[in-house]
């Protein structure tokens, strides 16, 4: 009995592995009611599951770095010279 | 904001402003994805503005049935197939590498010491954005096929799919690097909180 409770129920160094998965909603059925019967009983975890979704939005949220002026002029050159070459330029 | 779509029609029309709004928004992603195809900075760099050419000269002929980040790094990466590559793209992975170091677990697989709680902290967005170059700066020391599924499904938020087709990878694959590279920033940003005191 007792064995078949280990293989049946996650360890939390197991759990970590399956984050991912599970917020990709990856999981097969039965693994991903088994990683939320683990949460269910572990704040560690659950805590950790919750670390990860705001790793995952802080990278969502990085602002695009800002050109240098001097890339900006370059580019709005490059522009008009692709323009100009028309659609189907020289390459 | 202005969306990529209004840009895209801003630029059909031939809007410089447009454009480099554009470029903005999306240059330093490229650069990063560019380097790990090529050798140098240098030869990132020449393949960047080729992408570029390609979308000002093929914008026309777009017709959004992928979104244009999608578009985008699909330029990318073909013109940096071309141009010189490194063919890595097919390396197994290293098998081992925990999301968590083993240290933090007992010997039955669970939690050595009760995880410090820092979750709601930086989900504040004050706190989120003095976080941005913190996490920056760990994005780009991922490993770089790490790196490079971070920043186009995570930064970039493609779909997985998109991803995988962009990366030339397997879902799988791009499963397993999306959770190591993502745990490696969670990793990061445990460090950072603890360095900083809360």
Redesign the interface.
Known sequence: MVLLRRREDL????V??L???YL?D?LPRSERKRFERHLRAC???T??L??????????????????SPE??EE??E???S??A?????PD | MESDVELLARLRD?D?QA??IL??????SLLRVARTFVPSDAVAEEVV?DT??GV???V??FEGRSSFKTWLFRILVNRARTSGVREHRHLPLDPTE???S?DR?DG????AE??T???SD??DRLV??S??PA??TA?DGLPERQRDV?LLR??Q?LP?EDVCEVLGITEGNQ?VL??RG??R??TV??SELQTRGR
Do not use: K
């Open positions: 360890v939390c160094q197991q970590v592995e984050v991912s998965d990709e990856a704040p560690n975890c805590a950790y919750e670390q990860m979704r705001v790793t995952i939005a802080t990278a969502g949220r990085l602002t695009t770095e800002d050109l890339a900006r580019f709005t490059l522009f008009r692709w323009r070459d028309g659609p189907d330029g | 031939g410089e454009f480099v470029v903005g928004r999306y240059q330093g503005q570029w050419m000002v000269r093929g026309d002929r925990p999301a968590v083993p677990f039955t697989g669970a939690w009760p995880l709680p820092w979750e930086v989900d989120a954005e976080w941005g996490l920056r994005i971070v995570d930064v938020r997985s499963r999306l959770h993502r745990s920033l969670r940003l445990e």
